[in-house]
């Protein structure tokens, strides 16, 4: 299955630095207009995560046998998803090098080679994609993410909408998350004799990395977009720049995984 991962990996990373390309030839949104990469960086990773999660998502519903043989279970289809995201992660990593700092991006890069190394293995293998599938649910909370992350850019905050996607992350993150970075680890120590030794550590790594930087990232929005909101909900003005110096000064870039934390 190498090849074929191989091949679906490439075509997925000129795709998606085409997308970057060709954003770039597109105007942002004015409020947007003096972040124009992030705006576009994070509408990239959006693309992804809508594609990845909810492939996901249906993937384990149609054929739940991934998540009851994560090793071995797998329909072919599923590793074209897995092999779409590594494409994804690597053609992000580009582009984050080519727009920022290494003292800028260095969280998220971390975190990007982490997953490539995890879901690389799976490719490579051929073995593990139905974990790997597993691993994806977490877009499904990057989609809240990214989508909370452009209200900010668009100065949407305070509203509703950006009231309804704090909240929506929050939740998504326990759900879709949380929840599986806790299976997975389950799994992987109750099942540690069945994988190589290097692979326990590279799995534990993995698991171990994205869920600090979640468990991280949840608590900087619980205490920007609820906590610190909550004392100033009589001054709509000062509410705003209170949240958007807070969510300005987070180390990443943009609020993705999974692994996916951005993303």
């Known amino acids: 299955m190498a090849p074929s991962g191989l091949l679906v990996t490439g075509a997925s990373f000129a795709a998606f630095r085409g997308m970057h390309w060709g954003l770039q030839l597109l105007p942002a949104p004015g409020s947007a207009a003096p972040d124009r990469w992030k705006w576009r960086n994070i509408c990239v990773s959006l693309v992804h995560s809508l594609l990845t999660g909810s492939g996901a998502l249906l993937g384990l519903l149609l054929y739940p046998q991934m998540a009851a043989d994560p090793i071995h279970g797998h329909p072919p289809w599923a590793l074209v998803l897995v092999a779409v995201s590594v494409g994804y992660f690597l053609a992000d990593g580009v582009d984050m090098l080519q727009n920022q700092t290494l003292g800028?991006?260095?969280?998220l890069l971390c975190h990007?080679?982490?997953?490539?190394?995890?879901?690389?293995?799976?490719?490579?293998?051929?073995?593990?994609?139905?974990?790997?599938?597993?691993s994806l649910l977490l877009e499904l909370n990057s989609v809240c993410l990214h989508l909370r992350k452009l209200l900010l850019l668009s100065h949407q905050a305070p509203s509703v909408a950006f009231s309804v996607a704090s909240w929506a992350t929050l939740a998504t993150l326990v759900l879709f998350r949380l929840a599986p970075l806790g299976w997975m680890s389950l799994w992987l120590i109750q099942h540690h004799h069945q994988v190589p030794p290097a692979l326990v550590v590279l799995g534990g790594t993995g698991l171990a990395t994205v869920g600090a930087l979640s468990i991280s990232q949840g608590v900087r929005i619980l205490i920007?977009?609820?906590?610190?909101?909550?004392?100033?909900?009589?001054?709509?003005?000062?509410?705003?720049?209170?949240?958007?110096?807070?969510?300005d000064g987070e180390p990443a870039t943009k609020d993705d995984s999974p692994l996916g934390l951005k993303d």
């Open 104 to 107: 800028q991006a260095w969280e």
């Open 224 to 247: 920007s977009d609820v906590l610190r909101s909550r004392p100033h909900s009589s001054n709509p003005g000062h509410r705003e720049a209170r949240v958007t110096r807070t969510c």
């Open 112 to 134: 990007h080679l982490v997953v490539v190394s995890c879901l690389g293995t799976a490719i490579l293998s051929g073995h593990y994609v139905g974990f790997s599938v597993v």
